[in-house]
């Protein structure tokens, strides 16, 4: 792998100063350097997700210790001296000395040696200084306080007081930083043999696995560098999939539509349609077809090839030949769709401010006068696809956000506006999240479940 600290550099670079999505770029350059340690895979990644996780506190830190502010240093110092702040702050494991001496090397091989006493001198102070540094005084300026100890941006904090109150917000702030395992849902139709010898190989793998409480086929996996060539994947035993999302194919209640056809008359089956309106990367579809159990269609839709082929990727990993991946924009009717289908999933574009925990940038992205786009966006979109909705048939609306205007506040929007009722949630979740669902909506929240922030909504088209 080379340099870890200086391919770290490159990759915030790139984040932090060209705009690119940190999750495709960690993800992109742990592909290409597959055959490195364990080790040094895990050290690139957890510098890289720190930084970009602690970004507000590291730089103001940087603030509080340089006489030159962080908008004003050079790019690469910039990112060089965040980088290292993170392994003094939150890694104790590695000696100071080593953090400080690897990021004066890096600032003279990358061609600014003129600034190698600056590096060390601001690393130095730092350092001397961690136990001291003088954060915002809670009690003169709550919100400035919660978003440097939080690393989360002023009007975010903001607003989710406003929406959810002193109490709640800090739940959430400190569960958007708490490590969290990769969610994976493995296949149900695995027989009991098959899922032992899994968890054998997964564990001989130095893979720890969890069962999640929420969902009996759900399960938390730790120490995994690479999902690509972990046991099964490959086989399609499983999919990488929030919890959160899984409980979209439950809500739905396919598994109980199936049961109901299966009861009738075998010379009159139902043949159960699926149309997913922005589905990529496929996880939800994959899950519906999976429900399906090899019966019934499944259309998956999205906006670009691109994203497309994604969805075609799961679907030939995983085995599912009843579904279908299809290029479509959601916001363009499809005449031949009015009426024909049994369930539409509407995973809609949204803030994304629930998976923030696992998208560190994206805090960084979203802007608070963008919210207007998106939920015009959203209404477009929902005004166009309630149509392909049968008369009793379901939608299932859903978002990875944490914001009332694009979740609660939209589907009250929806219920005024179109021929649906919300529909009681409670038989379609797990005893711990029942109480939450019985009004239809079920809005979940990082830090208060164990889960990504997410919210769906259950509507049966009226007759």
């Not at 021929?419 to 797990?430: A, R």
Request: glycine fraction near 8%.
């Amino acid at each position: 792998m080379g340099n870890t600290r200086e391919l770290i550099l490159d990759m915030l670079m790139e984040i932090l100063e060209k705009g690119s999505y940190s999750h495709l770029v960690i993800r992109d350059v742990l592909d290409k350097y597959n055959y490195s340690a364990p080790r040094d895979k895990a050290f690139v990644k957890r510098v890289t997700e720190g930084t970009l996780e602690q970004l507000i506190r590291i730089d103001f830190i940087l603030d509080s210790f340089s006489k030159v502010p962080v908008s004003k240093m050079k790019p690469l110092i910039r990112n060089l001296l965040r980088m290292s702040v993170y392994q003094l702050l939150f890694m104790e494991s590695i000696p100071a000395r080593a953090v400080i001496n690897e990021a004066v090397k890096l600032s003279g091989k990358r061609g600014l040696k003129g600034l190698s006493g600056f590096v060390n001198g601001v690393l130095r102070n730092i350092d001397r200084e961690k136990d001291r540094i003088p954060y915002p005084d809670r009690e003169k300026d709550e919100v400035k306080y919660l978003s440097v100890r939080y690393s989360m941006p002023q009007w975010l904090v903001c607003k989710w007081i406003n929406d959810y109150g002193q109490e709640k917000t800090c739940r959430i702030l400190k569960g958007l930083l708490q490590e969290r395992p990769v969610s994976i849902r493995l296949k149900e139709s695995l027989s009991e043999k098959e899922k032992k010898s899994w968890l054998l190989a997964m564990e001989n793998a130095g893979v720890s696995v969890k069962a999640h409480p929420y969902l009996p086929y759900a399960y938390e996996i730790w120490g995994a560098e690479g999902i690509g060539n972990l046991p099964g994947f490959q086989e399609g035993y499983f999919a990488v999939q929030d919890v959160s999302s899984m409980l979209v194919a439950e809500a739905s209640g396919i598994a109980g539509e199936i049961k109901q056809s299966e009861g009738k008359e075998a010379n009159c089956p139902k043949e159960i349609l699926v149309l997913d309106v922005c589905a990529a990367p496929g996880g939800k579809s994959m899950h519906i077809a999976e429900k399906l159990n090899g019966t019934g269609k499944v259309i998956a839709r999205d906006i670009s090839e691109y994203k497309v082929s994604l969805i075609r990727d799961n679907i030939e990993r995983m085995g599912y030949a009843n579904t279908q991946a299809q290029v479509w924009d959601a916001r363009v009717p499809d005449r031949e769709m009015i009426g024909k289908a049994d369930l539409v999933l509407a995973d809609l574009p949204c803030s994304g401010l629930g998976s923030m925990g696992k998208k560190r940038d994206i805090k960084y992205r979203v802007k608070e006068e963008a919210f207007g786009e998106l939920t015009a966006l959203q209404r477009r979109i929902l005004d166009t696809v309630w149509q392909y909705v049968k008369p009793g048939g379901v939608l299932i609306y859903s978002t990875c956000t944490i914001n009332p205007d694009e979740n609660e506040h939209m589907a009250e929007w929806f219920l005024e506006n179109y021929p649906f009722v919300l529909e009681d949630l409670t038989p379609y979740l797990s005893d711990t999240l029942k109480q939450e669902g019985k009004d239809g909506m079920l809005q979940l929240f990082p830090g208060i479940h164990e889960t990504d922030g997410f919210f769906l909504a259950r509507l049966r088209r009226k007759v």
